[in-house]
């Protein structure tokens, strides 16, 4: 074989292999969960909070009817739970024989309050939206495996970044829930420097705007 062909032909396998691995896992199910009346840690209610999520694999109980086999895998800001269905996350964790293989493990994939197709102020409240924190995106997530899902105990809970925060969080709210808690990209500690900076200015250049200001008084 020619060798520049040979030094062409390599990468283009080993992409070939990876898309191969990559799809070597269910096909995940999409739907929404509504929760009526959700009251938030401000006090504020909203009539229907919409929680979107993907599963794959199947729920398993034991003979007491304990789920033994559910993953919770939580998303970063401006993230989602689609993030997780790529090459680099799902390829190589949900496939055959892998460390969170699909055929043996629920796997749940929600999308946090304010982001991808839940609930979010952007559909439609806008700034009458109501204040929300993680222990809300929190207890929103509790409600969706629980009441939703029929979910009452996690093999492991994970997530990165925000959702690394969510897992410190669900670690100290529903301590029993779980066997384990996995944090990814993040610190159990409240957000500082350059990060709290940035994000001021973001808040601050919003709420000053004044399509913003004429939006929050209608």
Same mark, same amino acid.
């Given at each position: 074989?020619?060798?520049?062909?040979?030094?062409?032909?390599? %990468?283009?396998?080993?992409?070939?292999?990876?898309?191969?691995?990559?799809?070597?896992?269910?096909?995940?199910?999409?739907?929404?969960?509504?929760?009526?009346?959700?009251?938030?840690?401000?006090?504020?209610?909203?009539?229907? $909070?919409?929680?979107?999520?993907?599963?794959?694999?199947?729920?398993?109980?034991?003979?007491?009817?304990?789920?033994?086999?559910?993953v919770l895998?939580?998303?970063?800001?401006?993230?989602?739970?689609?993030q997780f269905?790529?090459?680099?996350?799902?390829?190589? $964790?949900?496939?055959?024989?892998?460390?969170?293989?699909?055929?043996?493990?629920?796997?749940?994939?929600?999308?946090?309050?304010?982001?991808?197709?839940?609930?979010? %102020?952007?559909?439609?409240?806008?700034?009458?939206?109501?204040?929300?924190?993680?222990?809300?995106?929190?207890?929103?997530?509790?409600?969706?495996?629980?009441?939703?899902?029929?979910?009452?105990?996690?093999?492991?809970?994970?997530?990165?970044?925000?959702?690394?925060?969510?897992?410190?969080?669900?670690?100290?709210?529903?301590?029993?829930?779980?066997?384990?808690?996995?944090?990814?990209?993040?610190?159990?500690?409240?957000?500082?420097?350059?990060?709290?900076?940035?994000?001021?200015?973001?808040?601050?250049?919003?709420?000053?705007?004044?399509?913003?200001?004429?939006?929050?008084?209608?």
């Amino acid at each position: 074989m020619n060798p520049i062909i040979r030094i062409f032909t390599l %990468p283009l396998f080993l992409l070939a292999v990876s898309f191969a691995s990559a799809a070597d896992y269910p096909t995940p199910t999409e739907s929404d969960f509504t929760i009526r009346d959700f009251k938030f840690a401000s006090g504020q209610t909203l009539p229907e $909070l919409r929680l979107h999520y993907r599963t794959l694999g199947k729920p398993e109980k034991d003979a007491q009817g304990k789920t033994t086999n559910a993953v919770l895998i939580m998303h970063g800001t401006t993230g989602s739970g689609a993030q997780f269905i790529r090459p680099e996350f799902a390829g190589e $964790l949900f496939g055959k024989d892998q460390l969170l293989d699909a055929t043996k493990f629920f796997i749940v994939l929600p999308d946090g309050v304010g982001h991808g197709k839940s609930s979010k %102020p952007s559909d439609a409240m806008h700034a009458k939206f109501p204040r929300y924190g993680y222990v809300d995106m929190v207890e929103a997530q509790y409600r969706l495996l629980t009441e939703g899902l029929g979910v009452d105990h996690a093999r492991l809970v994970m997530g990165t970044s925000m959702g690394g925060m969510h897992t410190w969080l669900w670690g100290e709210l529903h301590p029993d829930f779980m066997d384990a808690l996995m944090p990814l990209a993040s610190l159990p500690t409240q957000i500082s420097g350059r990060n709290r900076g940035w994000r001021r200015i973001v808040i601050d250049g919003i709420r000053n705007d004044r399509e913003y200001l004429r939006i929050s008084r209608l």
